[in-house]
Structure formats: structure tokens, C-alpha cells
């Protein structure tokens, strides 16, 4: 749910992995608006689930999947607002390394 902010003790310890706006170009932002985030959340609540997925979309793509049966992305909605796109090296930012 985009809408929910992580616990307070599990977003100091996600906040603390947050790139530079220089590397993502990402503002902070509130609740689930920066996607990174509740990724790195759902990491730490339940790392079975998180590591037994092929793959994570963002939400126009889920239907995506969901309508044409192929689970594809594409950069402007991973590159926006999710820190998780390096925008400059045009690579994944160091959230993921």
C-alpha cells in the first residue's frame, strides 16, 4: 500500500540506505510515494517473500503482466521518484547494491 509509511524503526534503518537526490534525482518523499522504499521494507519484514520473487513491477506494469502475460518494465516509470535508477550512469542506483 503506497499510501503507508513504514514502522518508524524500520524506516531510520531504510532512510539511512536512501541515495543522494544527486545519484537519483529522487526526492523524498512521504508514505510509499519513493516505491525504493517499501521494497527495502518488505526486505526486512519478510526476506523469504522478497527473495523468492522473479520479478517486482511497479504498478502500471503489474497490469501489464497481468493483460499481455509478460512481466516487462520500462525506464521512465522505474526512474521516477523510486531511487532506484542512477539517472547519469543510465545504471541501478546504490540502493540495490
Known amino acids: 500500500d503506497y499510501e503507508q509509511e513504514p514502522p518508524a524503526e524500520i524506516a531510520v534503518r531504510i532512510d539511512r540506505r536512501i541515495p543522494d537526490f544527486a545519484e537519483t534525482f529522487s526526492p ?54 523510486s531511487h532506484l535508477c542512477a539517472q547519469r550512469e543510465r545504471d541501478f542506483s546504490s540502493l540495490l547494491d
Do not use: K
Not at 526486512?44 to 501489464?64: E, H, K, M, R
Open 28 to 81: 523524498r518523499l512521504p508514505l510509499g510515494f519513493n516505491y525504493g522504499r517499501h521494497m527495502l521494507w518488505l526486505q526486512q519484514v519478510d526476506p523469504d517473500a522478497f527473495s523468492n520473487a522473479t520479478s517486482i513491477l511497479g504498478y502500471p506494469q503489474y497490469w501489464s503482466w497481468r493483460l499481455g502475460g509478460r512481466p516487462v518494465s520500462e525506464v521512465s516509470y522505474l526512474g521516477c521518484h
